[in-house]
């Protein structure tokens, strides 16, 4: 039985040099951009999130406990942020918060499999969204960005799988 309960609390936070370690990923699917055609052109989409403490949309993402490795945490934030699961693509890089509080580590998940339950689904909306959407939607430069570093990872691996 899969727990529908999140993690609460901040005593098994990681911290480093006073800033909260944050472990997050971008969600992402390959759409067909034209599937009847048997166009085999794909598209990206990436999922986002409502954020609990307004109408900003974002990845998920949360705090990397003591007893847990970074991706796992990525994994568990996005299980009870977003209800999915998935492989991790790659390490997309870390950013420092526009306060300078938060590290953020960010990871590209290939979604393997969409939840219809999950831990915060009374609590947040999900979306998917092209790369240009994401980049509208979100707030924060750092997660621009790391739309373009999940752009620039896809693109590479495409490239490289079709020689």
Not at 64 to 69: A, G, R, S, Y
């Amino acid at each position: 039985m899969v727990s529908l309960v999140s993690r609460r609390g901040r005593r098994l936070q990681r911290y480093r040099a006073g800033c909260r370690l944050v472990a997050g990923c971008i969600p992402y699917k390959f759409k067909f951009k034209n599937p009847c055609s048997g166009d085999t052109d794909r598209a990206i989409e990436v999922l986002v999130i409502s954020s609990q403490k307004g109408p900003e949309l974002m990845f998920p993402k949360g705090g990397w406990e003591l007893d847990e490795t970074m991706a796992a945490a990525a994994s568990r934030e996005a299980f009870e942020e977003a209800g999915v699961k998935g492989n991790f693509a790659g390490n997309l890089g870390n950013w420092l918060s526009e306060d300078r509080d938060k590290v953020h580590y960010i990871f590209a998940m290939e979604v393997t499999e969409v939840l219809q339950q999950w831990p915060e689904m009374n609590s947040r909306e999900r979306k998917w969204v092209s790369l240009a959407e994401a980049r509208q939607v979100c707030k924060h430069s750092w997660m621009r960005e790391a739309v373009d570093k999940l752009e620039e990872l896809l693109s590479v691996s495409s490239t490289r799988n079709s020689h």
